[in-house]
C-alpha cells in the first residue's frame, strides 16, 4: 500500500501533533458549553478517533453521512443526505469535524443545513483544506494543515474507497490511476 503513494505530504506524528494542539484550542473555547461534535462520515472517522481522544474532557459524538463525491475524484456540488443525526441540536454548540474542505461545496451544505436546526452555534474543525480548490467562501475556525491543489488519500481520505486505513496522508502514484 505504501508503494501507491507518490509521496507523503504530512506523516502520522505530524498529524497526532498538530490534532493535540487543535484539541486544547478547541477546548478552550467550549469547556463549560454543550458542544457536540458532528463527524461527516467515512471520511472525518480517523480525525473524530484522535481529536476527540485528544481532548482533555467528555463531549457527546453524532454522525452525518453525506454524499458529493462518489467514487470519482471531482465534487458534484450535488449533496445528499445518507445519514442524518440521533440528536436534536437545539441550543447546543455543535462543532463539525471534517477530514477535507476541498472545494467546500459540502461543508458549506452541511453549515447552513445545521444552521437552519437553531443551535447555539455551529462551527467546522477540518484537518485539511485546499486554498485553490475554494469554489465557495466558507469561515472553517479550526484548519489542521493547507495543503496544495492536489487529491490526497490517506487517514480517512479515500480514492474509490480505498486507502482510508493508510497512517499518513499523500498523493497517488499515477499508476494507480491506470
Ligand atoms: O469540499 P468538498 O469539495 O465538498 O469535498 C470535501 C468532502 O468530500 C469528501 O467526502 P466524500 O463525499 O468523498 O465522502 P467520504 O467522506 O465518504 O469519502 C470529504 O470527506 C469531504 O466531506
Ligand atoms: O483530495 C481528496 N482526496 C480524497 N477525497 C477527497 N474529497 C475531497 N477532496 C478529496
Ligand atoms: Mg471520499
Do not use: Q
Not at 497526532?16 to 467515512?42: N, S
Amino acid at each position: 500500500m505504501g508503494a501507491d503513494l507518490e509521496k507523503v505530504l504530512i506523516t502520522e506524528e505530524e498529524i497526532h501533533a498538530r490534532l493535540d494542539e487543535l484539541a486544547a484550542e478547541i477546548w478552550a473555547e467550549y469547556d463549560g458549553k454543550d458542544l457536540l461534535l458532528v463527524g461527516v462520515l467515512k471520511g472525518a472517522v480517523m480525525v473524530m478517533a484522535d481529536l476527540s481522544r485528544a481532548l482533555p474532557g467528555t463531549a457527546p459524538v453524532d454522525w452525518m453521512a453525506v454524499s458529493s463525491y462518489g467514487s470519482g475524484t471531482k465534487s458534484s456540488g450535488v449533496v445528499r443526505i445518507l445519514k442524518d443525526l440521533d440528536t436534536d441540536i437545539t441550543g447546543k454548540h455543535v462543532l463539525i469535524v471534517e477530514d477535507i474542505v476541498d472545494s467546500g461545496l459540502t461543508l458549506s451544505w452541511i453549515k447552513s443545513n445545521l444552521e437552519s436546526r437553531s443551535p447555539a452555534s455551529v462551527e467546522i474543525c477540518t484537518l485539511l483544506r485546499k486554498p485553490e480548490a475554494a469554489k465557495v467562501e466558507i469561515d472553517v475556525k479550526w484548519v489542521g494543515f493547507d495543503i496544495p491543489n492536489e487529491f490526497v488519500v490517506g487517514y480517512g481520505l479515500d480514492y474509490a474507497e480505498k486507502f482510508r486505513n493508510l497512517r499518513e496522508v499523500g498523493t497517488l502514484a499515477p499508476h494507480v490511476y491506470a
